[in-house]
């Protein structure tokens, strides 16, 4: 796809713009994901060959990894690949996962494990599924990279952000293709406003807007608390390491755990991941911040209304707004408490893209409109897990940065960390990316949140 720099002209120079607009949307749709900017990495030393099938384990198969398990499972054929392995430190949700994968399935074979460390013992398994507690994230990813497997790492990719920068240079230095769980990286219409930034259309870019909005009367992650759950069944002491703030096993803690500061960032963790990575894709040259600043409250306080359960540390509502070098400022909203979002949109200098539909739509600004036609892409399909988990294997076999990859992530970790320190530290922090030190507004250097800096770590 062209990134020529070339301005959209009248008359004639329009039509152009138009007509090449279209057929690059349409080649776009035709060759499938493909990420709009080039990165650089390090070539693996074990490339899997385009027909070699991937062996793949799942490691934490709760409510999120048995998604990654279901909706892999009808596409192996489709892809190559074959779940043969998983691990969980529960054993019930080991032979749940087991079941699943053999259901239909004959003469399959599935290993079951309590510790990951032994499933990645296998030389068989080419790669892996990370959908663990976030706290686990930066060890199993480390772990299974310097085994010499490729990696899937649910979103958020690591609990803090010193973690960022472990896995970051794990990958770097073995060549391994990591993905992250943002799926909307794979929605194409992010990558048709990457093509448009990037071929000068809207001009510099100057602001975004976005929003990830739910309404949880009752609280939003308080899970059903399955009758199955028993310290017999679950390995705690497994489970709530690295965390500093050990506690006996508590169901609630163990189903619920989006809601505490130790195993997660609440709406940050969870939500802000979807628009974070889709926007920052869009610039065409994801940046790292230069400062963030976040605010956020728990003013409802619902989970009053879900019986037995403890009111949450995170949360309710987030607002973050983060600065980068080019001087493009981005604002991302999140809550629990009223689903109503903004209109999702990317301002440049000489025009905004909106998403609406899974579109893209491009208006001129006033002082541009005799430079400039509007534009309206083809709807695109919507995000899924199985496109984002195909884009995955196809680049470890092309051995390619995937949409997801290590080198966009890292960036929207960072923004993700310093907008839980910027909250929870009352603070604004600013980023150099050179000594990866953090600072406040004065310039003081602050010391990454990490395990047990705080009572809730």
């Known amino acids: 796809m062209s990134t020529e720099n ?228 679950t390995n705690w002491d497994m489970w709530i390491n690295p965390v500093s703030k050990k506690i006996p096993f508590n169901p609630d803690h163990y189903f619920r755990w989006r809601k505490y500061y130790p195993y997660c960032a609440g709406l940050l963790g969870d939500l802000f991941p979807h628009k974070l990575h889709p926007y920052m894709l869009a610039t065409g040259n994801p940046e790292f911040p230069t400062r963030v600043a976040a605010l956020g409250n728990k003013s409802f306080h619902t989970d009053k209304n879900t019986p037995g359960t403890p009111e949450r540390d995170v949360p309710e509502i987030m607002q973050l707004i983060a600065e980068f070098p080019s001087g493009y400022v981005m604002h991302i909203t999140s809550s629990t408490v009223n689903e109503v979002g903004t209109q999702e949109m990317i301002r440049g200098h000489k025009a905004t893209l909106t998403m609406a539909g899974n579109k893209v739509e491009l208006t001129p600004g006033r002082p541009f409109t005799e430079e400039i036609d509007p534009y309206t892409s083809p709807a695109f399909p919507g995000e899924t897990l199985p496109a984002h988990h195909k884009n995955w294997f196809d680049s470890i076999r092309a051995n390619k940065q995937p949409n997801a990859g290590i080198d966009l992530a890292v960036k929207v970790q960072t923004v993700i960390s310093l907008a839980e320190m910027s909250d929870r530290l009352n603070i604004m922090c600013s980023f150099d990316p050179k000594t990866r030190k953090v600072t406040d507004g004065a310039g003081k250097e602050v010391t990454p949140l990490t395990y047990g800096s705080l009572p809730l770590s």
């Open 6 to 233: 070339t301005s959209i002209g009248s008359g004639a120079s329009r039509r152009e713009f138009l007509k090449s607009t279209s057929a690059a949307t349409a080649a776009v749709a035709a060759v499938g994901i493909t990420p709009i900017y080039g990165q650089n990495q390090a070539p693996s030393a074990n490339v899997v060959g385009a027909n070699n099938r991937i062996n793949i384990g799942h490691i934490g198969v709760g409510g999120q990894g048995m998604a990654h398990v279901s909706q892999m499972k009808p596409k192996h054929g489709d892809n190559n690949t074959a779940s043969i392995a998983v691990c969980d430190v529960s054993k019930y949700r080991q032979d749940f996962a087991k079941n699943k994968i053999l259901d239909g399935n004959a003469g399959a074979k599935v290993d079951t494990y309590g510790d990951f460390r032994k499933l990645l013992e296998r030389k068989d398994i080419d790669a892996i599924v990370c959908a663990t507690v976030d706290h686990w994230h930066t060890k199993v990813s480390v772990a299974a990279l310097q085994s010499g497997k490729h990696v899937y790492v649910e979103k958020p990719m690591t609990r803090y952000l010193g973690e960022a920068f472990e896995i970051y240079d794990t990958v770097k230095a073995t060549g391994k293709i990591l993905q992250v769980g943002s799926q909307g990286c794979s929605d194409m219409k992010w990558h048709e406003a990457a093509r448009l930034i990037q071929s000068g259309k809207i001009g510099p870019i100057v602001m975004s807007q976005g929003s990830y909005m739910r309404n949880s009367p009752k609280g939003e992650w308080n899970y059903l608390i399955q009758p199955w759950c028993s310290a017999e069944d």
